[in-house]
Structure formats: structure tokens, C-alpha cells
């Protein structure tokens, strides 16, 4: 868990990324935006990547909070799978659609820092997982490991290809159609 002073660093260095792009902001510039001297925001962080993983570090801690609060509200499995959809991937996505910088940190991020992306990635996986591990069996047509992480990775396919929200909701609609008859195939 962060503290508030970093909080309030990367809350500060988000704003001046979906602003002015990722790659164009340096540290001077958000330890002005903050009036802070630059010694004081290299005690914090020690360079912009860790910036950005703190950014995601707080992104991943509230998706959590998130799923902690709604996934028991999720009764069925399509719900279930919707739900962590929701948070991790259709939300962020909502929220960055609209900003040509947000859409490029989403869509490069992985590119520029790709340690950062992999390990959020890795998370969404491990959240399908857990919700997939209870409904599913030993006579599986695919492992639970193996579909967990096919979904995760479908999920960087569907937000790179689609233009708008909704889009993204049509097509994670059908990943989860696809996925709920995967399981129900064998149940």
C-alpha cells in the first residue's frame, strides 16, 4: 500500500499523462505540477517508470477493492466473468477511449515499459482464474490455467481492435459466450 504523498505524486503524473502523452512528460514536469523540487520527487520514485508502475500499482489496488465489493453480488458465471471484465478491462478502457494520450499509454504501454503491463495482465489472469476454478472440473476441454490465460490474452486483442466502449463491450459479450459454452459443453 502506498502512501498519500505518493498518491498524490502519481494521481498528479496521471493527469500530466493523459494531457501531454506519456513519453513527452518528464520528472521535472511533474515535480513542478506538484511545486515539489526534484530531489524530493526522486525520494518518492527513482524515475519515470517507476512512476508509471506506481500508477498501476494504485490501478491494480483499486480494481481489487472493486472486485472485492461486486464479484459476490455476481450469482452466475457469465455475471461473474462480466464483473471482473468490468473492472479491469472495460472501465479503464471507457476511461481512456476518449483521450488520444489515455488510448496510447492502454494500447503502447506494454511497449514502452512491458515488465509494468505484463505483471497487470498477469493479475487479470489470476482473477479469471479464480472465478473459472470454481466452475469448472476435471474433464475440462481446456485447463483452467490455459483458458484463464487465453482470456486474459484475448482481452489485449479486443482493446487494441476496438474503436469505442461499446465495441469493447460487444466483444468481451462474446468472449464470455464463448467461454460460458466451453464449461456448460462439459459441466
Request: proline share 3%.
Amino acid at each position: 500500500m502506498m502512501d498519500n504523498k505518493q498518491a498524490q505524486i502519481i494521481r498528479s503524473a496521471q493527469r500530466l499523462f493523459l494531457k501531454h502523452g506519456y513519453l513527452k512528460v518528464s520528472m521535472s514536469d511533474i515535480a513542478e505540477e506538484l511545486e515539489i523540487s526534484r530531489p524530493t520527487l526522486y525520494k518518492s520514485f527513482a524515475n519515470k517508470e517507476a512512476v508509471l508502475d506506481g500508477l498501476l500499482t494504485l490501478h491494480v489496488e483499486e480494481c481489487r477493492a472493486e472486485v472485492q465489493l461486486r464479484l459476490p453480488k455476481a450469482r452466475t458465471f457469465p455475471k461473474k466473468l462480466q464483473t471482473i471484465f468490468d473492472i479491469w478491462v472495460i472501465e479503464p478502457f471507457a476511461m481512456a477511449i476518449g483521450n488520444e494520450n489515455g488510448r496510447d499509454l492502454m494500447l503502447n504501454g506494454s511497449t514502452y515499459y512491458p515488465l509494468v503491463f505484463e505483471r497487470t495482465y498477469q493479475l487479470i489472469q489470476d482473477e479469471l482464474q479464480s472465478v473459472i476454478e470454481g466452475e469448472v472440473d476435471s474433464k475440462s476441454l481446456i485447463p483452467v490455467r490455459d483458458l484463464s490465460q487465453l482470456l486474459s490474452l484475448s482481452v489485449k486483442g479486443l482493446k487494441a481492435s476496438a474503436q469505442t466502449e461499446e465495441d469493447l463491450r460487444r466483444l468481451v459479450k462474446g468472449l464470455i459466450v464463448m467461454t460460458t459454452a466451453v464449461i456448460e459443453k462439459r459441466g
